[in-house]
């Protein structure tokens, strides 16, 4: 071929090749923006009657907030609404940020709680607790914390990780694995044969170097934080607590630096004095039940911020479980009712915890109103169980109130929370992470 014929057939040729070559970047950079399209999150509009801001407790009237993916960002009483946004009207309620409960058990459902280690087994115990998790986050709580999965090992560890990956409903967890006790201790099997060899329903650990061994292993399969039992088992006696400790500050304060090693806290059970006191020098992250608490612990807890988590809505549910229910404890509830209000007049922290698991799971809003009852104001409660909580799971700046750049965990609650806190019972709208999860119309 010569010159003269090859120039012209090359140049078709290389026409061709670049006609080609945009055509298939432009179709390519079609697909890219398709993609692009269908992966942007569509972005949603919450509006409703009102807006509870929880840090200031101004209401804003009406209440918008627009998500976009995950995470909030905008709030107020008119926000953007992008072109394509969802909007999801909430009629005459009150937007609040999701609930948190700082005490709770996935692992335990209402019945013989000594008896569920021993006769449920935990791939049993684990299906239930997946339940119990969705329960929870229907009634409003999109953050807990589980103290414990009594015997049921690391099994929360299968929980937390399906809810992350989207395979079961529930709340952001914190768990830490099963709660550590001395031999015969709070939760060992005391009142079994001993030659039958029940199992305890935390792992022993009786020593630095036991609490130590048992923390990393805990860890090893997947815990958050480490919940130790501090005081038990308790009694009343001529109206005064007694309860024996269970660490020492030396021992709690090994536990408290070896979770530290890897980011997590140590919370405890403990119900009264002198527990309470080596749990506050020790520095734990949080003394729960908190029952009886000298005025040096409260000195400390205040000057370390380490809130107490009441949890009277246990000691309520037992209390009125039964004749001999009520003849035990009422007289600890009163004793601790009495308490509490010392404790607020002290002016140290509170955080939300239920102890849910023994009673029904997603029925403990209950909490925040025995501690409206007893004495605290309804937006104290309230910034108690979401500013604090948040802090307490580690989650400050993420969850608890609804402020741009924070996840988008929100419901909202017929009326005003702060004229009648009862309403925390009847949660008619829940979306966690951007996700809906309940819609009025959802009956469950």
Not at 173 to 199: C, K, T, Y
Not at 216 to 234: I, L, N, P, W
Not at 333 to 344: D, V
């Amino acid at each position: 071929m010569n010159d003269a014929c090859k120039s012209p057939i090359l140049s078709a040729i290389e026409k061709t090749k670049w006609v080609a070559g945009w055509t298939l970047a432009f179709t390519l950079a079609g697909y890219s923006q398709l993609f692009a399209q269908q992966a942007a999150p569509r972005p949603i509009v919450l509006h409703a009657a009102h807006l509870l801001e929880i840090d200031t407790g101004r209401v804003i009237t009406p209440g918008e907030v627009l998500v976009v993916g995950e995470r909030i960002t905008a709030v107020g009483a008119a926000v953007s609404h992008p072109a394509g946004a969802q909007v999801i009207e909430l009629g005459d309620t009150t937007l609040l940020p999701g609930l948190i409960d700082a005490h709770i058990h996935l692992f335990l459902h209402p019945g013989a709680e000594d008896l569920q280690t021993v006769e449920e087994s935990v791939p049993q115990r684990t299906v239930l607790a997946i339940l119990a998790a969705r329960d929870d986050l229907m009634a409003g709580f999109t953050a807990e914390r589980d103290m414990g999965t009594e015997g049921a090992g690391s099994a929360d560890t299968a929980v937390r990780d399906a809810i992350n990956k989207g395979l079961v409903a529930g709340p952001r967890l914190r768990i830490s694995g099963n709660a550590i006790d001395i031999l015969g201790g709070h939760e060992d099997a005391n009142r079994f044969n001993p030659a039958q060899q029940v199992l305890s329903n935390a792992t022993y650990a009786n020593s630095a170097d036991e609490i130590v061994a048992a923390i990393r292993q805990q860890h090893k399969e997947g815990s958050d934080f480490v919940k130790m039992y501090e005081t038990g088992a308790d009694s009343m006696r001529d109206g005064v607590l007694h309860t024996p400790y269970q660490y020492t500050v030396a021992q709690l304060k090994a536990a408290i630096d070896e979770t530290a090693r890897f980011g997590g806290n140590v919370a405890v059970h403990a119900t009264g004095e002198p527990g309470c006191l080596y749990a506050a020098q020790a520095g734990v992250a949080s003394i729960d039940h908190a029952t009886q608490l000298s005025d040096e612990t409260m000195r400390i807890m205040k000057a370390k911020n380490i809130p107490a988590v009441p949890t009277f809505a246990i000691f309520e549910y037992f209390m009125n479980a039964s004749e001999a229910g009520a003849k035990r404890e009422r007289p600890m509830l009163e004793f601790k009712i009495k308490e509490f209000k010392r404790q607020i007049a002290a002016g140290i922290p509170f955080a939300v915890g239920s102890d849910v698991g023994p009673f029904p799971h997603g029925t403990q809003a209950r909490e925040l109103e025995l501690m409206v009852k007893y004495g605290m104001k309804p937006l104290a409660v309230l910034q108690s169980d979401m500013i604090n909580g948040a802090r307490l799971l580690g989650w400050a700046g993420q969850i608890g109130e609804l402020k741009p750049g924070y996840f988008a965990d929100v419901i909202a609650v017929p009326g005003s929370p702060l004229e009648d806190i009862t309403v925390v019972e009847h949660v008619a709208f829940v979306m966690k992470g951007g996700v809906v999860a309940r819609l009025p119309s959802d009956s469950r």
